[in-house]
């Protein structure tokens, strides 16, 4: 049970700062996108910076080898290369050839010495791809390189070492050199690979194997492949119709913005962290929250300004109490409101009812007397009406404390209290604080039954454990507590 009672507490602290929540979490949030969106951006142009200082280039050959092998038991297998470009059979390339190709263009002895004839530096093997062009016999060697004139000899140069090392190496009758290096412009490159990629998909094939058959993600950076394909891919009716841009978009990542996984993972980062610092703060709160930091009898939970029908409820519980001192701990105004109410519930059953207001705080004087209650303790009048605060209310007489005289004595006090229960059915004080003031300790030792007034969020437990104590000291009568809801 008390469990359950603590995590009611949790969800009703929750439910208070809601407002504090909603806005920490919307503002973590704003700050999650706009951060996302220019993290995205920054990226965006360093791609693009980066993209523009490369250039790409391609050079194209034919292989022809004999209608008869000329390869013998002696000769390896692996040296003869089966490309058949007579007509009789069309695209006999496949996976297998274009890997031997790429391997053998790539090989450390082509590069080395491209290296060397260049007098370049960098390490070449990445740059480098090679690929069927358009479905057909035609092979392309594609180079990247991120000086333009470079990167034309360079692919002239793969060329002519590729043609050398082929004709030494394997038994081929030409190997016929297409096209002579040239610069390829991203719409370029989308031409190359659309015909073939849309092939594929045609046929339902993966397009996965696709991608790694012709290696273009591995030459040409991530960003500027997306934007090819995006751009001069999937703009093209035929790409649109077979429905395979989610496919393409898997493969590629395209449009893998990670906008919304940041904004949604702010927005929870912010709940999570308002919570939690509201939680922390309630921790080290030592004012009373709830009826559980209350460890006496508890009269009533009234919300301010809400319904007064629990008033009239308060004053069955009240009403064989004649005299009754009403305490605040913290000096709020808050507590007029409960004693005028109060003070009123009485009068609703037609009984004669008298406010003495300690604190100065009640809101129901229609006209005010020239002379207060200390005036009475040391006139000691016979009549008391001269001293009687007109009310806005019937039946309830007010009568106002005025300037604290400390000569009074508490006998005087005593006998200026007997009279005045002589004279009403319910008398109703609403007293400072009696842990900050002298007067109000000798008036509580006088009134006997008193009720103490506690502020949720306000009040702290300390002070009001130190209430209870001096109630205690003076063998008091502790009726019990009013926490008064916010």
């Not at 309830?396 to 000569?407: A, K």
Request: hydrophobic share 40%.
């Amino acid at each position: 049970m008390e469990n359950e009672i603590e995590l009611a507490d949790f969800f009703s602290i929750l439910w208070q700062k809601k407002i504090i929540i909603i806005i920490t979490t919307i503002i973590f949030m704003i700050i999650g996108f706009s951060g996302s969106v220019i993290i995205e951006n920054i990226e965006k142009n360093q791609n693009t910076q980066e993209i523009s200082k490369m250039y790409y280039a391609q050079t194209t050959f034919l292989v022809a080898t004999s209608q008869i092998s000329t390869t013998t038991i002696e000769q390896p297998l692996t040296n003869s290369i089966p490309v058949n470009i007579t007509g009789n059979e069309k695209n006999t390339i496949n996976d297998i050839t274009i890997n031997t190709y790429n391997s053998l263009v790539k090989s450390q002895t082509i590069l080395n010495n491209i290296k060397n004839k260049l007098n370049l530096t960098e390490d070449l093997y990445d740059l480098i791809s090679v690929s069927q062009v358009n479905n057909s016999n035609l092979i392309a060697i594609n180079v990247a390189y991120h000086d333009e004139q470079k990167v034309l000899q360079i692919a002239d140069e793969l060329m002519n070492e590729f043609v050398q090392n082929m004709s030494q190496t394997y038994f081929i009758d030409a190997v016929s050199i297409i096209d002579k290096a040239y610069l390829l412009s991203n719409k370029d490159i989308a031409n190359i690979f659309k015909e073939y990629i849309i092939s594929e998909a045609q046929a339902k094939n993966d397009l996965t194997n696709m991608l790694r058959t012709l290696q273009i993600s591995t030459l040409i950076p991530k960003k500027e492949l997306q934007n090819i394909f995006e751009e001069y891919i999937f703009t093209d009716k035929n790409i649109e119709e077979l429905n395979i841009d989610s496919s393409l978009k898997d493969i590629l990542q395209i449009d893998s913005s990670n906008i919304i996984i940041y904004t949604i993972f702010s927005t929870i980062f912010g709940f999570i962290i308002s919570t939690g610092i509201i939680l922390v703060v309630d921790i080290f709160n030592k004012t009373i929250k709830s009826e559980n930091n209350i460890s006496g009898k508890i009269l009533a939970s009234i919300k301010y300004n809400g319904t007064k029908n629990i008033f009239d409820i308060l004053r069955i519980k009240l009403e064989n109490n004649k005299l009754i001192l009403i305490n605040n701990l913290d000096n709020a105004n808050e507590n007029s409101y409960i004693t005028d109410n109060l003070a009123t519930a009485f009068t609703n059953i037609q009984n004669k009812t008298l406010l003495i207001d300690l604190a100065s705080n009640t809101n129901l004087v229609e006209k005010s007397s020239e002379k207060n209650l200390f005036d009475l303790i040391k006139d000691k009048p016979k009549k008391i009406d001269s001293y009687i605060s007109k009310s806005t209310i019937n039946n309830l007489d007010i009568l106002v404390s005025g300037n604290i005289d400390n000569t009074c004595k508490e006998s005087d006090f005593k006998g200026v209290l007997s009279n005045l229960e002589k004279s009403y059915d319910y008398i109703i004080i609403n007293s400072n604080n009696v842990l900050e003031n002298a007067n109000s300790l000798q008036i509580f030792k006088l009134v006997k039954n008193t009720i103490l007034v506690a502020i949720q969020g306000k009040s702290k437990i300390n002070d009001y454990n130190k209430f209870k104590e001096s109630i205690s000291e003076i063998n008091g009568n502790f009726l019990g507590t009013i926490l008064l809801k916010k």
